[in-house]
């Protein structure tokens, strides 16, 4: 496959397994860690069409196969050509069980079997750059999956919305931070489906202005797991019966949440 498509394919796999209860990253991983290559191999069919079969192969850090799962699906040529990011997410969804079989083993147990139907969903973070803002929210949705809550991409008409407002100010006048320092601030608010707000939680640190630019990835990755367990704190505290749009607001929302500063 192409770079950017073989990429995107290992992102929407990451996703597929995260949802699986399977923590996946596609950077690099540890002496631990499993590794899963992709290889696809894509025949012509009449036309317009195409038969694809994807092999997924799982190995240890020795290089030693731990098992194989072949997908075999059939698409347009053109959507296979393009990458299309529905077809990408198709082969990931019905790749992931079987991958996570060959992991997980019959008796590994979902972490979210006991735990309320909750489905959050990350509206777009306000006050940041787009594309800083997505990688923001890309990163958000990756570590809720991580603390085993469900996320979906798509707004739903029952979803709990997760809403994000970044602030950057100048650091507070007679604050010892250095020159050149700027206080990085973030807001998130937990909302019902019709808009009612079941708690907030705060998030501020000084971070140097060229770190903005150069290293936001890794600020993004702190920023969103900090907030995930404060966000995992908010819904705890939450009765499942103030979740129905038709039923009484909670008694009394949580209290404002004060994360660890984001470093």
Do not use: C, Y
Not at 168 to 193: D, F, I
Request: proline share 7%; net charge neutral.
């Amino acid at each position: 496959m192409p770079d950017d498509t073989g990429s995107a394919l290992a992102r929407q796999m990451a996703i597929a397994l995260l949802d699986r209860n399977l923590p996946a990253f596609t950077e690099r991983g540890n002496i631990s860690s499993l590794e899963l290559t992709g290889q696809a191999i894509a025949r012509p069919v009449g036309g317009t069409r195409s038969e694809i079969r994807v092999i997924w192969r799982v190995s240890d850090h020795n290089g030693i196969q731990q098992g194989e799962h072949a997908l075999d699906i059939a698409t347009r040529k053109t959507a296979w050509a393009q990458g299309s990011p529905t077809l990408l997410r198709e082969i990931a969804q019905k790749s992931a069980g079987k991958i996570a079989a060959i992991i997980q083993g019959p008796e590994e147990r979902d972490r979210t079997a006991g735990r309320a139907k909750r489905t959050l969903h990350v509206w777009k973070i306000d006050g940041a750059p787009e594309t800083a803002g997505a990688l923001l929210r890309s990163e958000l949705e990756t570590a809720l999956r991580r603390a085993a809550l469900r996320v979906s991409s798509r707004m739903r008409d029952d979803s709990l919305v997760i809403v994000g407002i970044v602030t950057l100010a100048a650091a507070p006048s007679g604050t010892p931070a250095p020159e050149g320092q700027r206080e990085l601030g973030l807001e998130w608010t937990v909302m019902g489906p019709d808009g009612r707000e079941f708690g907030k939680l705060h998030q501020k640190n000084t971070v140097a202005a060229d770190a903005l630019e150069n290293e936001w990835p890794g600020i993004a990755r702190g920023i969103a797991l900090g907030a995930a367990q404060g966000i995992g704190d908010i819904l705890a505290k939450v009765p499942e019966s103030a979740l129905s749009a038709a039923g009484p607001p909670p008694a009394e929302a949580p209290d404002a949440v004060q994360v660890p500063p984001v470093r």
